[in-house]
């Protein structure tokens, strides 16, 4: 069966910080794989999304950017945290027409 | 511009009761259409999708309708429990990822 992993489930960063979220996906092959972010009080934000390897559509300008080296290991990454970065990360992964499969999602806290 | 509405933020309804959620969308035209459960502090999960094409999809306790003239969709839930209480969450495919709407949580008192 496919399982998905995200790491860690909660972050606390200051602010000008680096950040490094990792998401694998274990039990397919070639999935769809997207990052979500969901800030307090607000719906689920599409950030990117991923249709293979080295492959990354960005869908909201930011300091943040995505990378998948490899095919089911997709990663968020920022170079300098702000404030306004806090927030539930979540990665998903879909194959084709169907839902998609979240993980358990990553706390972030910039202070 | 291309919107996504659940027009209920919170829902109460007692136990036993149908809960009705609303989903309007648009400057969209979706193939299919989505619902998902999420409990706080957890990703969501996947209920039901329901295709253009289709007017009705029903799991369960659980029934969906799609109506693309409208543009709207609607969710049930019949003879809701309080572990049906969480925020459900529409969804619509707008090109390669989805979209979703803010959610509206349901609360079902005993």
């Known amino acids: 069966s496919q399982t998905i992993h995200q790491w860690p489930a909660t972050l606390v960063q200051p602010v000008g910080s680096p950040l490094s979220l990792e998401c694998t996906v274990e039990?397919?092959?070639?999935?769809?794989l997207y990052w979500y972010r969901q800030a307090a009080g607000r719906g689920l934000q599409l950030l990117f999304y991923?249709?293979?390897?080295?492959?990354i559509s960005s869908e909201v300008p930011q300091n943040l950017s995505a990378s998948r080296p490899q095919d089911r290991q997709f990663i968020l990454s920022s170079k300098k945290l702000l404030l306004s970065d806090s927030g539930f990360y979540l990665c998903?992964?879909?194959?084709?027409?169907?839902?998609?499969?979240f993980g358990s999602g990553t706390r972030l806290t910039v202070v | 511009s291309q919107k996504i509405e659940q027009n209920s933020e919170a829902l109460n309804i007692q136990e036993g009761k149908t809960a009705t959620l609303t989903c309007n969308y648009t400057?969209?035209?979706?193939?299919?259409l989505q619902w998902y459960r999420q409990d706080p502090g957890r990703g969501p999960v996947f209920l039901l999708l329901i295709r253009e094409n289709e007017k009705e999809k029903r799991k369960e306790r659980l029934k969906v309708t799609f109506d693309t003239t409208l543009k709207q969709s609607l969710f049930h839930i019949t003879a809701s429990q309080p572990a049906d209480s969480a925020t459900y969450l529409c969804a619509l495919q707008a090109g390669t990822a989805l979209i979703f709407g803010k959610g509206t949580t349901l609360s079902v008192s005993s």
């Open positions: 400057n969209y035209s979706p193939a299919y």
């Open positions: 991923s249709v293979g390897i080295g492959q």
């Open positions: 039990g397919t092959s070639n999935p769809n």
């Open positions: 998903a992964w879909s194959a084709e027409v169907y839902g998609y499969t």
